[in-house]
C-alpha cells in the first residue's frame, strides 16, 4: 500500500526555519517525481516545489524562491523540504504528493501544519 | 488569484447533475492536460480526474471530465451526499515551471 507521512509541522516564529519530512512506503520511491503542496487555513491549494527523481532538478513557486529547498534522500524513500526566512503567509497545512505524470498527483499524504506565528 | 478561475460554489440536489467550470488560457489548459481533484473537509486531496476525461481505477462512472479550448469542466450526475467536498481543477503552467490549481468550487448537496 502506498503511504506517504509528513513531519515536522509546528509552530515557529517569523523569520525562524522548519524542515518538513515525507516518509515514502509501498512504492519504488526513486522512480517518482515528487511535489510539496500548500493550503493556508480555508484557501486552496498552491504548489510549492517539485523534484525530479534524483534530486537534480527542482523548482520552486516564486513566492518561496530563495527560501525553501526541496531534497530527497532515495536511500530513506523520504522528500524533504527546508523552509528558512519563513513569513506568517507561509502558515498552511504541507501536503507531499507523487507525482505519476506531470501533473497527476495520484497519492497525497495527509498534511503537516506549519504555523508562523509570534 | 488564480490562473484557472472556477466558481466558488455550486450546489445540486441527490439525484442531480450538476458541473463545475474551469476557465484558463492558451497556455494554459489550451495546450495542456487538466486534472480534477476532490477534497472532503478534513482530508487530503484526491485525483478524481486526469487527462482531461480520464479517471482513476476506483473513482465512480458518475465522475467525468472534459475540455474545449480554454475551458473545462467536471460532471458529476447522480449526485450523492459523500459528493459534498470541495473541487479543484489543475493544470501545468509553462511559465511557472510548475502546476497551477484553480481557486476551488466548494459543491454543496441540499
Known amino acids: 500500500e502506498v503511504q506517504l507521512v509528513e513531519s515536522g509541522g509546528g509552530l515557529v516564529q517569523p523569520g525562524g526555519s522548519l524542515r518538513l519530512s515525507c516518509a515514502a512506503s509501498g512504492f519504488t520511491f526513486r522512480s517518482y517525481w515528487m511535489h510539496w503542496v500548500r493550503q493556508a487555513p480555508g484557501k486552496g491549494l498552491v504548489w510549492v516545489s517539485r523534484i525530479n527523481r534524483d534530486g537534480s532538478s527542482t523548482s520552486y513557486a516564486d513566492s518561496v524562491k530563495g527560501r525553501f529547498t526541496i531534497s530527497r534522500d532515495n536511500a530513506k524513500n523520504a522528500l524533504y523540504l527546508q523552509m528558512n526566512s519563513l513569513r506568517a503567509d507561509d502558515t498552511a497545512i504541507y501536503y507531499c504528493?507523487?507525482?505519476?505524470?506531470?501533473?497527476?498527483?495520484?497519492?497525497w499524504g495527509q498534511g503537516t501544519l506549519v504555523t508562523v506565528s509570534s | 488569484q488564480s490562473v484557472l478561475t472556477q466558481p466558488p460554489s455550486a450546489s445540486g440536489t441527490p439525484g442531480q447533475r450538476v458541473t463545475i467550470s474551469c476557465s484558463g488560457s492558451s497556455s494554459i489548459i489550451g495546450n495542456e492536460n487538466v486534472y480534477w481533484y476532490q477534497q472532503r473537509s478534513g482530508a487530503a486531496p484526491k485525483l478524481l480526474i486526469y487527462?482531461?476525461?480520464q479517471r482513476p481505477s476506483g473513482v465512480p462512472d458518475r465522475f467525468s471530465g472534459s475540455k474545449s479550448g480554454t475551458s473545462a469542466s467536471l460532471a458529476i450526475s447522480g449526485l450523492r451526499s459523500e459528493d459534498e467536498a470541495d473541487y479543484y481543477c489543475?493544470?501545468?503552467?509553462?511559465?511557472?515551471?510548475?502546476?497551477?490549481f484553480g481557486g476551488g468550487t466548494k459543491l454543496t448537496v441540499l
Open positions: 487527462k482531461n476525461d
Open positions: 489543475a493544470a501545468w503552467d509553462n511559465s511557472l515551471t510548475g502546476p497551477v
Open positions: 504528493a507523487r507525482d505519476k505524470d506531470w501533473v497527476m498527483f495520484d497519492y
